[in-house]
Structures are given as structure tokens and as C-alpha cells.
């Protein structure tokens, strides 16, 4: 709502996050060796479901079709997602682990489980010591589960795992069955198993070590749910949540704030889309000739996305958020203005380096675009400026019964856009993002019989004066 303030879109925002699941990550990194080499990396995500820890989320039908449209492949995601949690998730995972009592959650994974136990049970009635069983199409994490389940009900077996869906059973002596658990090759050793069930987060925790710039387009909702799914649950502080952020990732680039920017400046297309804006500074009017330009080259085995355009999967995403027709070329037109400005101050022949382009993108690091609440950025390095925001307007109804917020805002709709909250029984408050609308408003509704349009005085309209004034 117009009416948030950045901390209070937060808590809302918070509540959604906390109910959905990340699907893919897409990560794009730029390779600097006398030109730019690009590596492009589409992941496909699903939560951890290891023992005890069984994720719940929502889907949204509308989402669902959005990314089918766009060639989504569902099958992957649940099949073949990496898993992923963060430390609160892996701190009960340790836990579990320490007590040692396997559970399995999974209706499936119970019935493969109770059809593998009734096979090893009648195997080993039977089998001599050091024979072996082979078990097949194991995946994912019933690799663990069936060692451990196994080991913990029988006590004269040891398992040992062979290739990716396959675990071999042996029928031992207690004895030599103490020597195996002692054995640091172990593969169920609960930090190795750890280290399986961080998946995902094992190189969230990287890129947070190698204090790398962190690019996105729009990336505020992103920024959230990096932070739930991969670091701690979202705190209930907007502040906290800021420093964390700021803490894990030192310099943020939001290619929107970016962009916008530069749009400021320059006659160029007002576009926003993260499409749109790649195909702007793709356009032969816009796109940088100068040899100085920097030369951006696809990495081996990454050429994927050259070849064909896949909107809205979040490999192709980073590829055009990360590649240079937006942050690098953004940057390029920044350092030029900067040597028409201050032109002792650059050398004409020499390629600017990317610390170069940081510093042209000085005050845009850490501005991550906001687009609601009467602030452009949220500064995730310091205090966000104060809310700009046009004024209030208070639609006051005469003659027309029953009308409803919905009403209103289909009422003013057709003029500009307004978020609307119910003041009293015939009076609503009108926000707008711009002030010509408010403006607009004050105007064309200055002489209509049943609404009159006013600005809004808080020690007129409020609710709680009006109650002191009585």
C-alpha cells in the first residue's frame, strides 16, 4: 500500500516470504582478465525434507501459471531440486542427529523404507557373514535414511553407498561392525550428512565469505527471501534485518536503481522490466561504441543464453542483470559522463577497470529499489531518507449511500491511481505515488455534486481530534 512506510511494507512483506519457497536461483558470475568472461548458473531448489524436517509452503495458482507460461519445468523442481535451510533448520537437524532416533516424515519415503527393511530382514535370516545386498533407485536423501534406519534396527549390517541411487549391505560380525563405526571414511557421519542437507546453502555461504558485489534487478523481495531461506528467519525488525543483510553482503547493486539513474539524464526509453531495459541498451542508438567499451565474452559450456531467450527463468535473469548490457554498459555511460565532467581526470585510451565503474556507481550501492511509501531506495548501508510523499486527500460523499473503498478507488481509477483507506462512514484518505495526481484530483472533482475532494489536516480530519472536538 501507498500508505506503508518501508518498515511497515517489511512486516507484510515478511508474512509472504515466510509462507513460500524459492524454486530456482539463478547466479551469474563476471571474470575479469583484460575482458569480461561470463558464467551463467540456474539452480532448481527444494527444501530440505531429511528425517524429522518436513517444510510446509503455499503455491499461488496465479504464479503457477505465470511461470508454466514460461516453460517452467515443474518435474525438475520437485524431483531434482537441491535442497537447501537455513541455521535455525540446521541447528534441529544437528539435534536430530545427536539423538539418534530416525524418523521418517514422508508418507513415500515410509513405505520404500518399511518394503527395504522387510527385504534386508528376510535377506540376512540367510546370508553368511561378509555377503552382500545391493539396494537400487534410492534418491536423495533415502540414501541417508535407509543406512541409518538400518544401522540402528540391525546390528550385524553395515552400509556403504555405491554411486548416486545405490547402498550395499553387509551382514558382519558385532565386532568388525564397531571397527566400521569408528572409521573416519564413514559416509553417514553426521557433519557429512550435514553437509548434504545444507545443499544449496554450502554456496549461499560461500558467495557471503567471498564479499563479492551482490547485483540484482528489483532485488527487495529477493534480498528477503536470501535471507530466510539460506541465513535466519526473517526477524521481526526491519533495522535487524538491514544490518543482516548489510553484514552478509557489503555491496549491493540494484541494476533498477541503476538504471533509473541514468534515465534521469538521458533521453533514453523510461523502461523498468528487466527485459525491456536489456533490449534498450542492446539498441544500436544506445549501445556504446567507443572502443574503450568493455568486451564481454560467454564462458565455455555457458553459451545457453546467447543462443536463446528463456524471460523469467532465474538463470537467464542474472545473465541479463549481471551481463554488461546492463551493469557494465550502465557503468560505462556513468564513467563517460564522469570524463566529459572532470576530463583531467580520466584518460581516453585507457579501459576503465571494474573498481572504476564501482566508483561511478557510488551513489547507487546499497540503494536497493523501493517502489512504494513515498521513498525511491531503501539504503541498506545507513538511515533510508525521509518518506516524499504528495499529500493526503480526503473524498468527502454526499447523496451516495453505501459506498465502499472499492467504490471509490474504481472512481478515481479512470483519472489516476490512488490507494484508498476508509477515514469515516462517508469519508475516505486518497494517496497517490505522484503529486500531479493529487493535484489532478483537487481539480477535476472541484465541483462535483456528491464528492468533494479537500486536502487532508490532521487536526480537521483525524479521527481521534474529532472525538476531543465533540
Partial sequence: SLFDSPAEWYLKARQSVQRFTISQFGKHFLLFCCRYVVHSYNFFLFPSTFGAMDPEFTLSASSIQFLSHYGFDYNKFLKDGIPYMNE????SLRQYLLAGNWEVCSALDRDSMKKTIDEVTSWIAGAEEEETLTLRDLRG??????QLVLRQ?????WTLPLGDNEVMVKKVSPQHRRLLENSPRDSCQKERILTSARGFTNLFQALVNAKKPLVGHNMLMDLLHLHDKFYKPLPESYEEFKRNIHSLFPVLIDTKTVTKSVWKDH???????LLEVYEVLCSSDINPTDPACPVIVLASGCSRYAEKSSPHEAGYDAFLCGSGKILLNTS???VLEHSNCFPALVTAEANPSFSEYLGALVQCLNQVHFTRGGVSSINFSGVDVPCRRP???VVHVQGWRGLSERHIYHE???LCRFHVQRLSGNQF???SSKYKHARLALRHYKDHPHLQVSLYRHWRHSPHISCLLR
Fill in 332 to 334: 560505462q555511460i556513468l
Fill in 267 to 273: 533521453p533514453f526509453p523510461r523502461v523498468s522490466n
Fill in 153 to 157: 534396527a540391525l546390528q550385524n549390517v
Fill in 391 to 393: 499529500p493526503l486527500l
Fill in 141 to 146: 536423501f533415502q540414501m541417508f535414511e535407509v
Fill in 412 to 414: 478515481f481509477k479512470t
Fill in 88 to 91: 535455525l533448520q540446521e541447528k
Fill in 429 to 431: 484518505i486518497l494517496q
